[in-house]
């Protein structure tokens, strides 16, 4: 598990950046048209990577606290936002586009599922 945590926490800390600060402008300008074109602003943009990086903070603490809630929460808050790109991918878009979204979709729900304590506070 701990690999696809490192996996999510690179991709995300990537998008998450881009998304904030839009150092990356080819990246940055296509994602943005992209927003456009579902009928979202910049700061819909700015907002998401704000969810994503505390996401990615999340997942952090957890390897560092060893904290295995932590995980959990990261990696739901993370499964959310692909579902979220999933469904305005496939609404205006491509399969195509959609894709990176359904592997981090599907790698943040192998941390979920994976995830006793998580599974336990659900349970309760």
Excluded: C
């Amino acid at each position: 598990m701990i690999t696809i945590t490192i996996l999510l926490t690179i991709f995300f800390t990537f998008a998450s950046s881009i998304k904030i600060l839009a150092w990356q402008k080819y990246i940055f300008e296509t994602q943005l048209s992209f927003f456009k074109k579902y009928g979202l602003n910049r700061m819909h943009m700015f907002l998401i990577g704000i969810i994503e990086l505390v996401a990615v903070i999340t997942l952090v603490s957890s390897l560092i606290l060893n904290y295995e809630i932590l995980m959990g929460f990261g990696a739901l808050s993370l499964a959310m936002t692909s579902l979220g790109a999933i469904y305005f991918h496939l609404k205006f878009d491509t399969f195509r586009d959609a894709i990176p979204a359904i592997v981090t979709l599907v790698l943040s729900a192998i941390l979920i599922a994976s995830n006793q304590a998580l599974i336990q506070l659900v349970v309760a």
